[in-house]
């Protein structure tokens, strides 16, 4: 297979830990005979120190001509006090929005070595903790109309939620699609004990999982999902909720997993180009001293291969590898509980060798 990767370095530790992340892909291309080529972009603070724009037109054309884009992240103190419209982060949204993608999807999977940094009770992690969160992104209260009016002497705040069908279908979709590709059990999130929006939620759902009869849809409010993420996290495959509240409960996900640079995300939109990127920021603090967790960036290239370009076997064999590392007693500093450890560069070798065929 032949695929075009829109490659983002940006700042801080990103192009140490994308580095890692493309030697990683080229090793495993060898090992399947596939050939994947990178194009690169600047976006963030790199990009406006070269072009003055945290994401030139040309820059955004580029990703929309790749088959996928991997990006490691952008953003930090040096340009603080850029104007508004130029922060690195404005690129990122506008990346987002020109890729037209309304789904983002964080694992959260406690990594059966790392149990220790998880602040669940041991016996709820040795359950075995892997699954995803699935939130619709670009819609829902936090894009809905916002204002404060006056009001009998006193101010009332005013955000309103709406969502239309086709936009629950969307994303439905996406869930679904996900849960096809892992364990097939998809749990639908919403609050329609109170709210219009979640029944209609609800209902586009079950209309959706006609058409999905290999995936076991269950329903739950989102109160009650809040506890059973901390309870009993390992009763969930794929989770799929509404903006708001996929922003919580991805938030809560990745605090149980212990480590903020171990975690991949996706977003997706309609077609299978994504935008892969670790959840972590640029990390300035440990930016350029070989101190990186590489991981989060890596799994994200094995997301890519399995979301987008569907080479789960492939995917299979980097988690395998990150896998083998761990068991090797292999640690980056911020894994390493203040014991021994590794540098970003020699951890993405380490993973490197240990890529076998299943
Ligand atoms: P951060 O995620 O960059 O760092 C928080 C803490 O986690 C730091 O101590 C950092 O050293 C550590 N950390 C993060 N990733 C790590 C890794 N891979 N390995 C080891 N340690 C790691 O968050 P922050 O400090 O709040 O933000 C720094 C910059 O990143 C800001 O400019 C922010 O706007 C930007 N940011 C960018 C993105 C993105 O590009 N998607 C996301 C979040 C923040």
């Not at 996406?174 to 709210?195: D, M, Y």
């Not at 370009?309 to 390493?336: H, K, M, N, Q, W």
């Amino acid at each position: 297979m032949k695929k075009n990767i829109a490659v983002i370095r940006g700042d801080g530790i990103g192009p140490e830990i994308v580095n890692e992340a493309i030697a990683v892909l080229d090793a495993v291309a060898a090992l399947y005979g596939h050939t994947f080529t990178y194009t690169d972009v600047d976006m963030g603070g790199a990009a406006y120190d070269k072009w003055g724009d945290p994401l030139p037109q040309e820059m955004l054309q580029r990703c929309l001509d790749s088959d996928s884009v991997l990006l490691g992240a952008v953003g930090g103190p040096k340009w603080d006090g850029v104007p508004g419209d130029k922060r690195p982060e404005k690129g990122l949204l506008r990346l987002r929005a020109g890729m037209g993608v309304y789904s983002n999807n964080r694992p959260a999977k406690i990594w059966p070595q790392l149990a220790a940094a998880s602040p669940l009770k041991r016996e709820v992690v040795d359950k075995g903790i892997d699954f995803i969160i699935v939130r619709e992104l670009i819609g829902g209260i936090y894009f809905g109309e916002h204002r404060t009016v006056e009001e009998n002497g006193q101010r009332r705040g005013i955000d309103t939620m709406t969502y239309t069908e086709s936009e629950i279908r969307r994303i439905g979709r996406i869930g679904f699609e996900t849960a096809r590709k892992r364990g097939k059990r998809l749990c639908s999130v919403e609050k329609s004990n109170v709210l219009d929006c979640s029944r209609l939620w609800k209902a586009v759902m079950h209309d959706l999982a006609k058409e999905y009869p290999d995936v076991e849809l269950s329903d739950m409010l989102v109160d009650n999902c809040a506890m059973q993420i901390v309870k009993d996290p390992a009763q969930f495959d794929v989770i799929v909720t509404e903006n708001m509240f996929g922003d919580i409960l991805s938030d809560e996900a990745s605090m149980i997993t212990g480590s903020i640079g171990m975690i991949p995300s996706s977003s997706l939109g309609d077609g299978t180009r994504g935008l892969y990127e670790p959840i972590h920021g640029s990390a300035p603090d440990i930016a350029g001293k070989d101190l990186a967790d590489p991981i989060g960036t890596i799994l994200s290239a094995a997301m890519m291969l399995r979301f987008s370009f569907d080479l789960p076997a492939e995917a299979d064999c980097i988690e395998r590898a990150v896998s083998a590392v761990l068991d090797a007693g292999c640690r980056t500093a911020d894994i390493a509980d203040g014991g021994p450890h590794i540098g970003c560069r020699e951890m993405g070798r380490r993973i490197r060798e240990n890529l076998t065929k299943g």
